[in-house]
């Protein structure tokens, strides 16, 4: 007997408002096999910033978490889905993120018992934001998250950081002009909610390393997948 395999499904969320003349965005939903037996953990994963959501490492880790086990969407923020270069107001990214968590919940039958919002760079941002307006999640997984402008770790940006009550998962390169390691573990110190720091040696901010590494993509997706999925397994106690 074959069992069936995951499954792809490209949708559109629609918008609460209109924005940049759009009334919806783009959306692949990773619909995992035997679903929705099991734990029914469902993820959301957003782009950064200078991307959409066929980002080389989101769409990675998109597919392997669906391949594994989880209910996976990645999406477009509407400034990308507009092909604009300037992100939208946090407002409008907020309303975005949160559409997509409704997709997961459009079928009562098949619904995530479990969630946790994961992003790159700004949507690691928007993510935490969302959880601070009241979105339950069991976990927020954070990649490459913008600490600070690029190579100056003493303007940092972190207030969100310090509201923000689920646990946290921070993936962060050691090449990341836009995080400094050093200052990311002395920030977290002084977060109240759990965390957690994975370095990912010689990573840029795009993840990205150098060939002198000896290291390619699918490795470094490898990595991400693991800690992201142990951490998430642990965060909800199995």
């Known amino acids: 007997m074959v069992e069936p395999s995951a499954r792809y499904e490209e949708i559109k969320i629609p918008l609460p408002d209109s924005v940049h003349g759009l009334e919806e965005v783009s959306a692949v939903l990773g619909i995992p096999r035997w679903w929705p037996t099991g734990a029914r953990v469902g993820v959301v994963l957003a782009h950064g910033l200078g991307s959409d959501m066929n980002d080389a490492t989101l769409t990675q880790l998109h597919r392997d978490l669906t391949e594994s086990r989880f209910l996976c969407l990645r999406f477009n923020f509407p400034f990308a889905e507009g092909g604009k270069r300037r992100p939208d107001e946090m407002q409008v990214l907020r309303r975005c993120f949160r559409s997509a968590i409704n997709v997961l919940a459009r079928d009562p039958t098949a619904a995530a018992a479990h969630l946790f919002l994961a992003g790159k760079g700004l949507g690691g941002q928007v993510a935490a934001e969302v959880t601070i307006s009241r979105v339950r999640a069991d976990g927020l997984i954070l990649m490459g998250y913008p600490l600070h402008p690029a190579s100056k770790p003493n303007e940092l940006s972190a207030d969100q950081l310090y509201r923000v009550v689920s646990p946290m998962?921070?993936?962060?390169?050691?090449?990341?002009?836009?995080?400094?390691?050093?200052?990311?573990?002395?920030?977290?110190?002084?977060?109240?909610?759990?965390?957690?720091?994975?370095?990912?040696?010689?990573?840029?901010?795009?993840?990205?390393?150098?060939?002198?590494?000896?290291?390619?993509?699918?490795?470094?997706?490898?990595?991400?997948?693991?800690?992201t999925e142990g951490w998430m397994d642990k965060a909800l106690g199995s």
Do not use: N
Not at 169 to 183: A, E, H, K, W
Not at 201 to 225: C, M, N, P, W, Y
């Open 169 to 227: 998962l921070f993936i962060q390169g050691t090449r990341d002009r836009y995080c400094s390691v050093d200052v990311l573990r002395q920030t977290l110190g002084r977060v109240g909610a759990p965390t957690a720091l994975h370095v990912v040696h010689e990573a840029d901010h795009q993840f990205k390393v150098l060939k002198k590494s000896g290291r390619t993509e699918q490795e470094i997706g490898q990595e991400i997948l693991g800690v």
